[in-house]
């Protein structure tokens, strides 16, 4: 666990007690008697400081990204749905076993997100898929957020749950062998967003990342916003520039050491629904000026998602954003836009699982060569090129 110190805080902080209250609309300060105090705060530096900035570093490594395969039960039975099998937990062992025991995987993929069941589970020669992972240097990860709900006195938005009990499971999912984790909340353009629901998702994304690190576990921050929506791409801009100022604030209030984060945002790109599509380049150029104007190069990584994207739009985009260096390592945390070809070359027939596997390691390439900045769309199916997003999709 963290060490506990003694420190001063400093004149400004909001954290000051008995100093004066700011009146933020420009107003005279309230006055109270300014009494300057010390008390305890949680040090930045914790027990596994070491090992969260290597696992960090492991993950952000040059031409390799994540596999998200942490859908939840409903969400993975919807995608076995799709080619004709029951949502069973037989049938969800055996895609990921398939996806977790593709040979080579570990040339292109870094890290794992798992469900809680997968973390779990083994193969059906009774190998733990943590040990599958591990033998292909692919560090095992977690899905720990508990969903979705609704946020009262918000424009219909959502906060993400699963605070409660945190720690604890954690640590138990440290001593299963993962060693990072995820949390995924949401941010709605065409409902504001409201300054509650990005309080919301900054203060709970900042709450989490400091519990998974004090248990050994490298935070991924997801703050997703929506592609829902018919908006421009300068107002998803606005947006994300707006998220993520406050992510970081409250990251930095709750002591969260930066080097041993990994972030995973959206792209900024226009609403699915705008009149005009944004290209590769231009969607690159307004998402490089976000990080570089948000994000602190003491971040080893930034980890896109697809977001609905297909899978070639979200192989263009990526490669875009690596055309020059960067402060971070800017690759890629794909569910949909790396399993889709797979789950059509599968259909659940064991005949199909080398088939299957192959199509896998043909989009981890493709992603893996837009990291390096070195991918071209030539040769890609029509299926490769076909957009994914769902108005209102859940996990």
């Excluded at 001593?175 to 300054?195: L, M």
């Excluded at 995973?264 to 699915?272: F, L």
Aim: aromatic fraction near 8%; charged fraction near 20%.
């Amino acid at each position: 666990m963290a060490s506990m110190s003694l420190v001063k805080l400093n004149g400004l902080s909001s954290q000051w007690m008995g100093q004066q209250s700011i009146n933020r609309n420009g107003g005279s300060p309230i006055n109270f008697a300014i009494r300057r105090v010390s008390m305890p705060v949680r040090a930045v530096t914790c027990s596994y400081a070491d090992e969260l900035v290597f696992t960090a570093k492991t993950i952000a490594s040059p031409g390799r990204g994540i596999l998200a395969i942490d859908e939840s039960n409903a969400t993975c039975g919807k995608r076995l749905a799709s080619i004709g099998l029951d949502n069973t937990e037989t049938n969800r062992q055996a895609y990921r076993q398939l996806l977790l025991t593709t040979p080579g995987l570990g040339d292109y993929i870094s890290g794992a997100i798992m469900f809680e069941e997968t973390l779990y589970q083994s193969t059906t020669d009774g190998k733990k898929f943590v040990d599958c992972l591990r033998e292909k240097n692919i560090v095992p990860g977690i899905k720990v957020d508990k969903g979705l709900s609704p946020l009262p006195g918000s424009n219909n938005e959502s906060w993400c749950q699963g605070l409660d009990g945190l720690a604890s499971r954690s640590a138990e999912y440290y001593k299963q062998g993962a060693r990072f984790a995820k949390w995924r909340t949401v941010v709605s353009v065409p409902c504001g967003p409201s300054a509650l629901a990005v309080k919301e998702a900054a203060w709970g994304l900042a709450r989490y990342a400091a519990i998974s690190q004090d248990n050994g576990l490298v935070p991924i921050v997801e703050p997703e916003i929506l592609l829902d929506g018919d908006h421009p791409i300068e107002r998803t801009l606005d947006v994300a520039e707006r998220v993520w100022a406050e992510v970081f604030y409250y990251l930095a209030q709750n002591n969260v050491m930066f080097e041993g984060i990994l972030l995973k945002p959206s792209m900024v790109t226009p609403g699915a629904e705008h009149k005009e599509k944004a290209s590769p380049e231009t969607i690159a150029k307004c998402t490089l000026q976000m990080l570089n104007r948000r994000v602190p190069p003491a971040v080893p990584g930034i980890m896109f998602l697809s977001g609905g994207q297909s899978e070639v739009e979200a192989t263009l985009n990526l490669n875009a954003m690596n055309q020059s260096p960067n402060p971070w390592h800017v690759s890629f945390s794909y569910a949909r836009a790396l399993q889709n070809s797979v789950l059509k070359a599968w259909q659940g027939n064991p005949e199909n699982v080398e088939t299957a596997q192959r199509a896998l390691l043909v989009r981890a390439k493709a992603n893996s060569m837009a990291q390096l900045g070195k991918y071209s769309a030539e040769g890609e199916s029509e299926d490769a090129k076909k957009g994914m997003f769902v108005k209102g999709y859940t996990y």
